[in-house]
């Protein structure tokens, strides 16, 4: 089975704070994915990774960041949280289909 | 740019009733994946569907993919209070290249009565 993990399930922070979201997955693929999913709007995605160091913007990349070091973690950074960032982050990882992690629910104060 | 339509986006249904969800897409794709998510849950995997007239059932579930009328649908049959959750369908943007994309379809929020 495939696993993919999220460091956090629910996550608090401060307006301005640096915040990390981290995803590991088990299975060697080389696509990984970061999602956030507010009601009513879906899932969007913020930015895509095919490889290594190699990144792709999404349809909603302003305000993130990401860092793909090695080929099983996919890390999703906030350089400055603010209030609009609040949402489920999810992550994913792909061969054909895109297998989800469990999600972190962000709250920024 | 990729559209993705589901109707309804609410269905409330009686048990032991049948239904359709529809998935409507704007451009071409061969490959289309249907979702399913509990509340407060994360998203897993129904259906994968990679030709035109691909046909996929698990239980009370049918999925199908028409690429030439860019529609697929996911038909319930005789529902129970189980299958009460929000059914995803997405469409990959790149229409059958190797980044599988997705655009996800807003959701149809499912609840099954007794």
């Known amino acids: 089975d495939v696993k993919v993990t999220q460091s956090s399930r629910y996550l608090v922070k401060r307006t301005g704070e640096k915040v990390f979201l981290e995803c590991v997955q088990d299975?060697?693929?080389?696509?990984m994915f970061w999602y956030r999913q507010d009601p009513g709007l879906g899932l969007r995605l913020i930015y895509f990774s095919y490889d290594v160091k190699m990144k792709e913007k999404g349809d909603i990349p302003e305000g993130y960041s990401v860092s793909r070091e090695k080929k099983e973690r996919f890390s999703l950074i906030l350089e400055s949280a603010s209030t609009n960032q609040t949402s489920m982050y999810l992550c994913?990882?792909?061969?054909?289909?895109?297998?989800f992690g469990p999600g972190t629910r962000l709250t920024v104060t | 740019e990729l559209k993705v339509e589901q109707n309804p986006l609410f269905l409330s249904m009686q048990e032991g009733k049948n239904y359709t969800i529809y998935c409507n897409y704007s451009?071409?794709?061969?490959?289309l994946y249907w979702y399913r998510q509990d509340p407060g849950k994360s998203l897993e995997s129904l259906f994968v569907?990679?030709?035109?007239?691909a046909v996929k059932q698990e239980g009370r579930l049918m999925a199908s993919l028409d690429t030439k009328a860019r529609l697929s649908t996911l038909h319930i049959t005789a529902a129970v209070h189980d299958l009460s959750a929000t059914y995803f369908c997405a469409v990959d943007r790149d229409g059958g290249g190797s980044n599988y994309k997705l655009t996800f379809g807003k959701g149809t929020l499912l609840t099954v009565n007794p």
């Open positions: 994913a990882s792909s061969d054909y289909e895109q297998y």
């Open positions: 569907l990679l030709s035109n007239g």
């Open positions: 299975m060697d693929h080389e696509n």
């Open positions: 451009t071409t794709s061969d490959r």
